[in-house]
């Protein structure tokens, strides 16, 4: 059933702002917000309907903590306008699995320990997913160059990769294979053997 949210949360309505109903399916749930016209993507998930997964990092479009997916398509919701999103689906972090039953990409995250703060996780996870639907990444080298919205301020760079090749990798999606998983040897990083005398 739809719910009616009409002021940040927490927050008094904000006085002689004009304002208009939206209405939003967001991970299979709809809402409907009375908020101004303007209100961003990320601002109407994080104050109007709690959803804080979703992270607020630069909020110009430069870091990718804010990612989320708008019918299944990577999306800055820092630059993205709530009321352009009215006949999609939007899936935050808080849709893509459950406590119980973790996404690959959130699982894989967890085994790759591939974050430190945690800060741009969300963002990472969100943006990885949208890598798979988008079905382009097929090496590590194009991963890497299609991830590189999404900063790490932490620097957990070779683990985020790792879990998102191993998924990739899962799903069939790599024809590559450059020794990527935690613990492999690359053949550039293999040690070399002291000179015998
Ligand atoms: S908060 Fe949206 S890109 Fe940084
Ligand atoms: S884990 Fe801290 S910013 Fe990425």
Redesign the pocket.
């Known amino acids: 059933m739809s719910q009616v949210t009409q002021a940040p949360l927490g927050r008094p309505p904000v006085a002689l702002a004009p304002t208009q109903p939206v209405s939003l399916n967001i991970n299979g749930e709809a809402h409907t917000l009375q908020i101004a016209p303007w209100t961003t993507l990320l601002d109407a998930l994080r104050e109007y309907l709690d959803l804080t997964g979703t992270k607020k990092g630069c909020d110009h479009g430069q870091c990718g903590?804010c990612t989320v997916l708008v019918d299944g398509k990577r999306v800055n919701s820092c630059l993205s306008l709530a009321v352009m999103h009215e006949d999609s689906h939007i899936q935050t972090i808080e849709g893509l699995g459950t406590e119980d039953k973790l996404s690959p990409l959130q699982q894989a995250f967890i085994d790759h320990d591939?974050?430190?703060?945690?800060?741009?996780?969300p963002g990472?996870i969100c943006s990885a997913q949208g890598l798979i639907n988008e079905g382009k990444a097929k090496t590590e080298a194009q991963v890497r160059e299609l991830m590189s919205g999404n900063?790490?301020?932490?620097?957990?760079y070779s683990n985020?990769l790792s879990a998102v090749m191993e998924v990739l990798n899962n799903e069939g999606l790599i024809i590559e294979d450059k020794g990527w998983s935690a613990g492999a040897t690359k053949p550039d990083m293999a040690p070399v053997e002291p000179p015998k005398k």
């Open positions: 903590a591939a974050f430190q703060c945690g800060y741009c996780t990472q900063v790490c301020r932490c620097g957990a985020i």
